[in-house]
Structure formats: C-alpha cells, structure tokens
C-alpha cells in the first residue's frame, strides 16, 4: 500500500487445503468473498494485516498471504484495482472446463461471467456454459 494513495488494502491468500482464493475477514477467518474483510487504510493497519498473514502462513492456513489494493465503489462495495486480482476474485476464467469447480456463491461481477460467455460465442466455440456438475458424464454418452 503506498504512503500517499487514497486507496485501501485488504488482505488476500490462498487456502492451504483446497487452493482457493480468501481474504480475512472480522472475525479472523479466511473467506471466499469480499463481504465483512478487514480494510486497512493506513500503513499501521497495513502491516498488521501483513503479520496476521505470515502468522496464518506459518500456522499453514494460508499459502502467500498479501495485501491487494482497492478502491471504494458507491456503497462501501470493494473493487480490486489490477486486473489479477479481479480475475482472481471472479474466479478462473474457464471454470466450465475445470471438473468440480464451484464459483464462489457471491461473485461480485456476474456480468463478468456473461461477457465470457459472449466471449466464447464471439470466436466459435459452442461448448454449453452449464457447470460441470449438471453436464452429462461423458461415459454415458459414449454407452448410449
């Protein structure tokens, strides 16, 4: 977080046990979505959030805990300002191609997930956007 940007930070990692994207929260906890994260608005706070990271990382909870930047939208809502970390908050961008992925149940931009979609048809590809738990198993396609 640098001195004089207006910008907040949170504090971000990956789940040791499934590598999934969290953030901490208030209540001390890793979680999937940016709803109750603590927001660092000064260097002080900042480098709290840090060792509260790298203890969680020693405790191998957490695997490379950092702060990402944000800003504040209209209605307190949090919107990372690089372009990583929105896709690493929405989600991988082929998630229909991953086998078990479930996209975190409160996506902030699932408009995103549409212009993906719109993407896909755009260059040719056909494949249904359903997730994968509701395609049909392709061995069973193959018996019939």
């Known amino acids: 977080m640098s001195k004089s940007s207006p910008h907040v930070a949170v504090l971000t ?5 499934d590598g ?34 790298a203890h969680d990382a020693a405790r191998n909870l957490v695997v490379d805990p950092y ?3 944000m800003r504040e939208a ?7 300002l690089r372009q990583r970390e929105r896709v690493r908050l929405t989600g991988p961008s ?10 975190p149940a409160a996506a902030p931009n699932a408009e995103a997930q549409g212009r993906v979609g719109a993407a896909r048809a755009a260059v040719g590809d056909r494949r249904p956007l359903a997730p994968a738990a509701s395609r049909p198993d392709s061995t069973k396609a193959e018996a019939a």
């Open 94 to 103: 082929i998630c229909q191609d991953v086998p078990g992925y479930v996209a």
């Open 74 to 80: 209209a209605g307190g809502s949090l919107v990372p």
């Open 67 to 69: 702060l990402v930047e």
């Open 13 to 17: 990692a990956n789940r040791l046990v």
């Open 20 to 53: 999934a994207v969290v953030f901490l929260n208030f209540d001390g906890d890793w979680v999937a979505t940016l709803v109750g994260v603590v927001v660092a608005r000064s260097p002080d706070e900042a480098r709290g959030l840090e060792a509260r990271g």
